[in-house]
């Protein structure tokens, strides 16, 4: 069993801006939690505490009661996998299975080649994400929904017990958008990830934790955080919220301002 936890953590800037305030969150093997909140409310900075590119002010982050920030970076790479909010190519000139086969080497020593388990393991994930007919194409020539799904397929080979994702719908249709999410709800592992779609979120994720100006401001199941009350505090929006007919799940329908008028 796998555990991860967020503990009284805080992050303040090198310049005196605190971006999160004494955030407190757990996630456990097979679970999916979400991360909501506007635009500015610490969703990002949160996940890079969380795999370790940025190291809390004070709290710490727990993996199997562990301090993350005190193993070893290729130990924290054998245990989770970060899929970034931006696919950039980054002037790399690898194609599409170079790159899904970096999600191999945390569990290589430096000198070792791939072997042919490594191989079959980069054809499936390619497969899954849809993009096997890809493989041999340069990186940077991909669309963006198509960078993100060839990340999305490095940390399937990568197989981690912790997958961290920063806006994985970024970029892609709508089919790709419900595939892909669907498929890291199937892995079986901790998946901790950051929404802007509160629709997506409500039917993918089993809690969400609402973010504002820094702190944790509502958590729970989505049924019990997604309320008109909340939406119109946080996100300063009016909205219904109803059960979905079909899937049961809260469904936001967002409201217009009062007195405004559409046109067609």
């Known amino acids: 069993m796998t555990a991860l936890r967020a503990e009284s953590l805080s992050y303040t800037t090198p310049q005196g801006r605190t971006l999160l305030h004494d955030i407190t969150l757990d996630a456990a093997d097979g679970e999916t939690v979400g991360l909501v909140g506007p635009n500015g409310s610490g969703k990002t900075t949160l996940l890079r505490c969380v795999y370790a590119t940025l190291r809390p002010t004070t709290g710490r982050v727990l993996l199997d009661g562990a301090d993350l920030h005190a193993l070893p970076a290729k130990a924290r790479a054998r245990r989770i996998a970060t899929v970034p909010q931006d696919a950039d190519a980054g002037g790399i000139e690898l194609s599409v299975r170079e790159i899904v086969a970096m999600g191999r080497s945390p569990h290589h020593r430096f000198w070792e080649s ?81 929404l802007h779609d509160l629709n997506l979120a409500a039917y993918y994720c089993d809690r969400l934790c609402v973010l504002a100006a820094g702190r944790i401001v509502a958590a729970g199941p989505p049924a019990e955080v997604l309320t008109p009350e909340l939406l119109r505090e946080v996100y300063g929006v009016d909205a219904e919220v109803r059960d979905h007919p079909a899937t049961g799940a809260p469904t936001v329908v967002y409201l217009p301002p009062t007195g405004a008028t559409t046109t067609y």
Not at 131 to 138: K, Q, S, T, V
Not at 157 to 171: K, Y
């Open 114 to 194: 791939d072997t042919a388990a490594d191989d079959t393991l980069v054809r499936e994930a390619l497969a899954r994400v849809g993009i096997a007919g890809l493989a041999e194409r340069p990186f940077p020539s991909l669309s963006g929904g198509e960078r993100q799904r060839a990340l999305v397929a490095r940390a399937l080979v990568q197989q981690p017990d912790i997958v961290v994702l920063d806006e994985p719908t970024n970029h892609l249709d709508i089919r790709y958008q419900l595939e892909v999410l669907s498929l890291i709800r199937e892995l079986g592992t901790v998946n901790l990830l950051a």
